[in-house]
């Protein structure tokens, strides 16, 4: 596949460009630190050649020393010495640099589509995809980066050196000009043959992953059946695949490592083949035969440098072609010119034949879905699974927008409401609580400016009050990886806090109380219902104690609305709403 | 958590875990032979020089050119014997590495389904999964650069002090005066080494939960207007990485030129002393320019070891942490294997069960999970035990099944005089006639006979719809659009959470035990499912001795006996309607329940 090679290298060519003009300052300092060390490379060979030939082999030949031409070649080898460090410390530092800023930046800009793309996009992208999106498909995309300069070095080395052969002696000249373009294409047939292999060993790895995952997730079964023996049998032939990819891999390698100490090796010994010849002929002195000899030596490593960087391309190309998508994913959520109504007290909320529709999906998940919840009013949104309570839910705060139709805040459509408004007047409290990896007030605040009272008196109303009180630290405990480990149920009700705090004249509860006790879940509801202006509050629930609380349910199947009432009429007259009441009702048995 | 605590030395670890690798030690002297020789082939140039300036160029009579190219033709023989020598020696060191990984690999696998952490909390499992994975993959892909790096490393230093040693010993004690102050410093540059990095990993952990948060809080994000200040979190924990690392590039660097600076003053100083030795008659001009060359390879090691050391700690992290979880003695051990003479089977035919006095605590000191429960089972009786969370219910099943075994008392199996100690019965047998359907009836990514045969391997496609027919779920099975053959997808999850337990519920069935453990879904299901769900499990257990952990009060109401469990103790025990009638926890536990469901009708017993 010659052709789709080629693409590759043009194709890896151009990203090695974006790297560059993603940070042209950087790269340029790393280069000339990389140009640096590569002058004083030469030199250092140069200064060797200078030493044998105007200190060493005199000194010898004529049984004495002169101190000032013997201080002048320390001067030189140190000097060359510090200049060449100097050299590598640019290089590496300053390509370090471009690396690690070229990922922040991309970091940055993935991170901020995230945050700036709606839900419906969220929702399309497995959220397992996204995090190695950010994480290391980005860190994959630069990894090159940091060998580039010094790559790019090795190229100015390699035309120096051929200059100064070219001057030195131009038959030597011809061993270089041999030796240099054979380590190059040694360089690139090893990227060509190692890249099919690591992605299968790569691809291999992520197999004995899988198995590992569901053979453990199965723990009990695996052991109750006493199916031991077979799972070990079942992950032991695919870790066996992955030693034979891991081997092949080691091959090529096992390979290419001598054969690239090798060549500047028989260079050095093909240059002293031919250099003796011509220094006993005449044509060019012992210090320099030395130069060239100890400039081979010297050569073998930064020369690997190109050999680096083009066997990591792929890789860097794959995984930047994972993160392109993302950075180019339009559908930003626009916002309209209008302020919120600044009224008190609960908002009226009003739907206006709303549908919505996921892509790709045959059927809508809503349709035609009308109702209205006065300001003040509770309504439970009652459904069986896949009924559309969820989007439903969203619609409400603009999680996302309708297909059809609107959705009316005090009579406003909520995609005219200017950026921020709509957050403002209506908390959510999802499905899965999300708790930042933050203190217990910050995950409440989250950067709201109130006080401690406002805090303690949020989570007195979610109940949370009990065990946030037994916290180490408190309110200042932190919360998540690091922090303490709360249960499902204090989870939700720190989310719960999180939603009264802001006194919003809407909230929507999304099956958000499962795990909380329905005295609690009463209690919440009571205190928001008991207060001087009384919040809206829809509620998506299951469990007729929360049902119960509301002036009205609204019963959804197949994302239409079928029925609406009080609790006691839809039991009489809607009969999958009484089989899925005691359906729920069952399965929550205190057993 | 600046410095990584070190609770055993590299080499403690590594002694370790050689005892649990014995692939590793196959054909290592030949592999270091091998070395030998790889490391050997690198001070042939040098001597090519030495030999072409002292005898090749300036030889008593004059240029000898003859004797320099035999010389050169020497040293590419000897070149490419070093390149092939080096070859043989990268590829058998990659084989024995992978070869002992894949190993421990998957002894590590197998011993974490003996342990019974796997059967706790879901959080603790994912890092299970790392010690198989990660963790290994972490020592391969040292092993595939710095192992041997490493090793050709010190045998270069080796050699080149040989040769070194015997060109001139003045000069060798002078290169090796000059390196003195680098091998101390190299302690204070690996401390260093290990504490920056130390802080670029916690760095990645901060980046990578802040970078979740504008996944999987999108909606929070959202829905409280708060895109500003999670993207200035964001920023912060990206900017925090980004000077961690680079502060980490720097040391490294500083470490990296070290080498080449002593390098310098190591050239300089040979040149000068070498130049008065050579007056004094003692070195050739030859030998000095081949001490400049071999002076390059002292230095490698020292580089090399600065790149090396980041990944080397980050595989002896990852070994340490798999040996440790070797170290872990199963909490259960099968007798056939701990104690073959002792090994039982199980009497044949249905089983009972007798706990004797039994007592279970979780962790020594802790509230006991069940205290002194002394009951017996008759064979064939399909007993319900009910109690609310936290009261020990759980704990019987996994007593039953020996995922664990009791603190104090004992188990047996059987009846009458045919009883068998748990603890003494093969787990070959154990697991033949003893199933337990647990909670979350997980499937595997594969068809639904695949699940099925998982109770009962060998059997076809045929004889599973067979046995969903025999359940009365052949019309379920037929409905789905390619029966039996219909894939589940991951963890079963393009099927309902119903339909999961229907499944898991053929797959015990297969299984044909003699003993069945339910631990009953609490997870909803709809109506229909519910109706099928019910008679299922009346075919599967029927004649079998059942114990139901029973989230529903109507599978008490099915039973022929229930359990009341709290705290630890068996409270109550009788029939649904006995007990329903007395005072006690079940009554209330019902009344509560009717209470909750008021104006309802009863569902169908």
Redesign the interface.
């Given at each position: 596949m010659p052709r789709r090679r080629d693409a590759v290298v043009r194709r890896g060519l151009r990203h090695v460009g974006r790297a560059i003009a993603g940070q042209p300052r950087m790269f340029t300092l790393a280069l000339l630190g990389s140009s640096l060390y590569a002058a004083m490379t030469v030199a250092s060979a140069f200064v060797i050649g200078a030493v044998t030939q105007r200190v060493v082999l005199p000194a010898f030949a004529q049984g004495h020393a002169r101190a000032a031409t013997l201080t002048l070649a320390v001067v030189a080898i140190v000097g060359v010495a510090v200049l060449k460090i100097v050299g590598i410390l640019g290089r590496r530092l300053f390509a370090g640099i471009m690396g690690y800023r070229l990922q922040a930046d991309t970091r940055r800009r993935v991170t901020g589509q995230y945050l700036r793309l709606p839900l419906s996009w969220h929702a399309r992208h497995p959220t397992g995809q996204l995090l190695s999106n950010a994480n290391s498909d980005v860190e994959s995309a630069w990894f090159f980066v940091s060998p580039l300069p010094f790559a790019c070095g090795a190229l100015v080395m390699i035309g120096i050196t051929t200059v100064a052969l070219l001057l030195t002696d131009p038959l030597l000249a011809v061993v270089g000009l041999v030796v240099f373009p054979l380590v190059f294409v040694t360089n690139i047939v090893y990227s060509q043959v190692m890249s099919p292999r690591v992605q299968r060993a790569q691809q291999l790895r992520a197999e004995v992953s899988e198995i590992a995952h569901e053979s453990f997730d199965a723990g009990l079964v695996v052991k109750t059946l006493g199916r031991e023996a077979d799972e070990t049998r079942r992950f032991a032939v695919r870790a066996d695949e992955l030693r034979d990819g891991l081997v092949a891999v080691g091959r090529v390698r096992g390979l290419f490592d001598p054969l690239m100490e090798a060549l500047p090796s028989l260079g050095t010994l093909v240059v002293l083949l031919i250099g003796a010849g011509r220094v006993a002929g005449g044509a060019t002195t012992a210090g320099d035969l030395i130069s060239i000899a100890y400039l081979f030596t010297l050569l073998a490593l930064p020369v690997r440098a190109i050999g680096w960087v083009l066997a990591d391309l792929p890789r860097a190309l794959a995984g930047y072609d994972r993160v392109t998508p993302v950075l180019d994913a339009t559908g930003e959520t626009a916002y309209g010119p209008e302020p919120a109504p600044t009224r008190d007290g609960g908002a009226a909320l009003a739907l206006t034949r709303v549908g919505y529709a996921f892509d790709g999906a045959t059927r809508p998940t809503l349709s035609g879905v009308t109702f209205d919840v006065p300001a003040g009013g509770t309504v439970a949104v009652v459904g069986p699974t896949g009924s559309g309570k969820s989007t439903l839910a969203g619609l409400l705060v603009r999680l996302v927008d309708p297909a059809t139709g609107a959705v009316l805040l005090d009579g406003v459509d909520l995609r005219r409401l200017r950026e921020g408004e709509a957050s403002g007047q209506a908390a959510f409290v999802a499905q899965g609580t999300f708790l930042f990896d933050d203190t217990v007030r910050d995950n409440v605040t989250l950067g709201g400016g109130y006080d401690d009272d406002e805090v303690w008196a949020a989570l007195r109303t979610a109940a949370a009050d009990d065990f946030v009180g037994r916290l180490p630290d408190g309110l200042d405990t932190r919360i998540g990886e690091r922090g303490a480990t709360l249960s499902g149920g204090q989870r939700q009700r720190l989310a719960l806090a999180r939603a009264v705090i802001r006194r919003p004249r809407l909230l929507v509860l999304d099956d958000a109380t499962s795990a909380v006790d329905p005295a609690v879940e009463a209690r919440i509801l009571d205190a928001l219902r008991a207060a001087e202006s009384p919040s809206t509050v829809v509620v998506v629930a299951y469990r007729q104690a929360t049902i119960a609380l509301a002036d009205e349910v609204v019963w959804l199947e197949n994302g239409r609305v079928l029925a609406r009432g009080s609790h006691d009429e839809l039991l009489a007259d809607v009969p999958g709403y009484a089989a899925l009441v005691r359906a729920y009702q069952q399965a929550e048995v205190a057993a | 958590m600046t410095v990584p605590s070190r609770p055993e030395g590299a080499m403690a670890t590594l002694r370790r875990g050689l005892r649990l690798m014995p692939e590793f030690r196959r054909g290592l002297p030949a592999t270091f032979a091998l070395a030998l020789i790889?490391t050997a082939g690198?001070v042939?140039?040098p001597i090519?020089?030495q030999q072409?300036?002292d005898r090749?160029?300036?030889g008593p009579g004059?240029?000898d050119?003859g004797l320099?190219?035999t010389?050169?033709l020497t040293?590419?023989a000897v070149?490419?014997v070093?390149?092939?020598a080096?070859?043989r020696?990268?590829?058998r060191?990659?084989?024995t590495t992978?070869?002992a990984?894949?190993g421990l690999?998957?002894r590590a696998?197998?011993h974490?389904?003996?342990l019974s952490m796997?059967?706790q909390q879901g959080e603790s499992?994912g890092s299970?999964?790392s010690r198989?994975?990660?963790d290994v993959?972490q020592m391969?892909v040292f092993m595939?650069?710095g192992g041997?790096l490493g090793v050709v490393s010190v045998g270069q230093l080796v050699v080149a002090t040989a040769v070194m040693a015997v060109y001139s010993w003045q000069l060798t004690v002078l290169v090796l005066v000059c390196f003195v102050p680098l091998a101390i410093l190299v302690r204070v540059f690996a401390r260093k080494l290990a504490a920056v990095y130390g802080v670029v990993r916690e760095r990645v952990?901060?980046?990578?939960?802040?970078?979740?948060?504008?996944?999987?809080?999108?909606?929070?994000?959202?829905?409280?207007?708060?895109?500003e200040?999670?993207?200035a979190?964001?920023?912060t924990a990206?900017?925090r990485?980004?000077r961690a690392?680079?502060h980490a590039?720097?040391v490294?660097?500083?470490v990296?030129?070290t080498g080449?600076?002593v390098?310098?003053?190591a050239?300089?100083a040979v040149?000068?002393v070498?130049?008065?030795l050579?007056?004094a008659g003692d070195i050739?001009?030859g030998t000095?320019?081949a001490f400049?060359?071999l002076i390059?390879l002292f230095v490698a090691p020292v580089q090399t070891a600065s790149e090396v050391l980041n990944e080397a700690q980050n595989a002896m992290a990852g070994f340490r942490r798999v040996l440790d979880v070797l170290a872990v003695a199963p909490d259960v051990r099968d007798p056939a294997v701990a104690a073959p003479d002792r090994a039982r089977e199980l009497p044949r035919g249905p089983l009972g069960v007798r706990f004797e006095h039994v007592t279970f605590r979780y962790a020594p000191g802790a509230r006991p999970a069940l205290e002194d429960v002394d009951l017996a089972v008759a064979p064939r009786q399909r007993v319900a035990i009910?109690?609310?969370t936290g009261s020990g219910k759980t704990t019987f099943a996994k007593l039953v099944?020996r995922?664990m075994d009791p603190t104090e008392g004992r188990v047996l199996l059987g009846s009458g005089p045919e009883e068998v100690p748990l603890t003494e019965v093969a787990?070959?047998s154990?697991?033949?006639r003893?199933?337990?359907v647990?909670q979350d009836?997980?499937l595997?990514?594969a068809t639904i006979a695949d699940n099925v045969r998982?109770?009962c391997?060998g059997m076809t496609d045929g004889d599973v719809a067979a046995a969903f027919d025999q359940l009365g779920l052949g019309p379920w099975v037929e409905g789905l659009e390619r029966g039996v053959a219909t894939p589940v997808g991951?963890?079963g999850e393009s099927l309902?959470a119903g339909e999961r337990q229907l499944v898991?519920i053929a797959?015990a069935y297969v299984?044909d035990p003699d003993l069945l453990?339910l631990d009953?879904a609490?997870?909803?299901?709809?109506?229909a499912t519910?109706r099928r769900l019910t008679r299922a499990l009346d075919t599967l257990t029927d004649g079998r001795t059942t114990l139901t952990i029973?989230?529903?009060?109507?599978t008490a109401e099915r039973a022929d006996e229930v359990l009341v469990v709290d705290a630890g103790r068996v409270l109550q025990r009788g029939r649904h309607v006995d007990l329903v009638e007395a005072e006690g926890p079940y009554a209330r536990?019902h009344a509560?329940?009717r209470r909750?469901?008021a104006?309802?009708?009863q569902?169908a017993a």
């Open positions: - | 790889a690198r042939v140039v090519a020089v072409t300036i090749g160029l300036s004059g240029p050119l320099v190219r010389l050169v040293c590419v070149v490419l070093t390149g092939i080096v070859y020696m990268n590829v060191l990659f084989r992978e070869t990984l894949a690999r998957v696998f197998r974490v389904h003996d796997l059967h499992r299970l999964v198989v994975t990660s993959d391969s595939q650069w041997v952990g901060d980046l990578l939960a802040a970078v979740a948060e504008s996944v999987v809080g999108a909606p929070t994000v959202r829905a409280y207007g708060i895109r200040r999670t993207a979190r964001i920023d990206i900017g990485h980004y690392s680079v590039q720097k490294t660097a500083s990296y030129v080449e600076l390098a310098a003053f050239n300089a040149v000068v070498g130049v008065q050579g007056l050739s001009a000095l320019i400049l060359f390059t009910v109690g609310e099944t995922l787990f070959a154990l697991r033949a003893v199933v337990m647990p009836g997980f595997f990514d998982y109770g391997p991951q963890r309902s898991a797959r299984a453990v009953e609490t997870s909803a299901v709809d109506p519910e029973a989230h529903r009060l109507s536990l509560s329940w909750s469901s104006g309802q009708p569902p």
